[in-house]
């Protein structure tokens, strides 16, 4: 008769343990997080738990660190076309979620350049417009184009494992739309983890993919060429599902 109150006292306890475990942790993580924003990011404060849990599906130390990774891995990919992030004036984040990654690309840009981020994610883009306006633009864009830029704003466009979540439809209609804002012979590059873009994307490519990770638009129409896929980060996407991370680069340029 007596041990029920004793062990109701005992589970309560334990229950308060565990919150406690779950906040130091929590302030372990921001710890990391403070000392990561003064290298990497400037300064800027990191954003709350819950925006980054949505981009990355955790809220983890090194969630700005990885930021930095991300834009090392972009100044990888541009150089192997001869190209250096120093020479782009104007650049767009699609997809920008809470800014992860464009904080990281503030940090390291000149000051001649400008960065917009757009998402579809209003508190995130709210959250940004107030805590990291001195690093970038900000812009909500809706599930379908168009976004609010006009034509050929862009010489450098990024996007960061969003046409992974998105369906053939819809993955068609935005890199039309992303074409629309890039300006004449420069780039646009989707980084993409887990499921592949759509094969009706592809499959205008002139030829067998190869490992240059170039394609062109041609007459409105899309030609998109599959690159190679080592495998160098294994992130968890929206779904829950883990996969090896692989990247696509396109150029745009006219056709005369």
């Known amino acids: 008769m007596n041990r029920l109150p004793i062990q109701t006292g005992v589970a309560a306890r334990l229950e308060q343990l565990s919150g406690l475990e779950a906040k130091v942790r929590d302030l372990e993580t921001f710890s ?8 990497q990011v400037g300064g800027l404060i990191p954003p709350p738990p819950h925006l980054q849990a949505r981009v990355s599906g955790v809220y983890h130390p090194h969630f700005l660190r990885h930021g930095e990774s991300l834009v090392h891995q972009l100044r990888s990919s541009l150089s192997r076309i001869g190209k250096d992030l120093a020479c782009f004036h104007s650049i767009l984040d699609f997809g920008c979620g809470c800014g992860r990654v464009l904080c990281a690309l503030h940090f390291q840009s000149g000051s001649s350049q400008e960065i917009h981020g757009t998402d579809i994610d209003t508190e995130a883009i709210g959250w940004c417009r107030a805590n990291y306006s001195k690093a970038a633009m900000f812009s909500v864009n809706p599930e379908m184009p168009p976004l609010s830029y006009p034509p050929h704003t862009f010489d450098l466009i990024y996007s960061i494992s969003i046409f992974t979540h998105l369906p053939e439809h819809m993955q ?3 890199l039309e739309e992303l074409r629309r804002v890039t300006k004449r012979g420069d780039i646009c590059s989707p980084r993409r983890t887990g499921a592949s873009i759509s094969r009706s994307s592809r499959k205008s490519c002139a030829a067998t993919p190869s490992k240059r990770d170039f394609a062109t638009f041609r007459l409105g129409i899309p030609r998109v060429c599959r690159t190679s896929t080592k495998s160098r980060v294994t992130r968890r996407n929206t779904s829950g599902v883990s996969g090896p991370s692989s990247s696509m680069s396109l150029r745009f340029r006219s056709e005369r």
């Open 32 to 39: 990391v997080q403070l000392q990561d924003s003064l290298k």
């Open 172 to 174: 068609l209609a935005w």
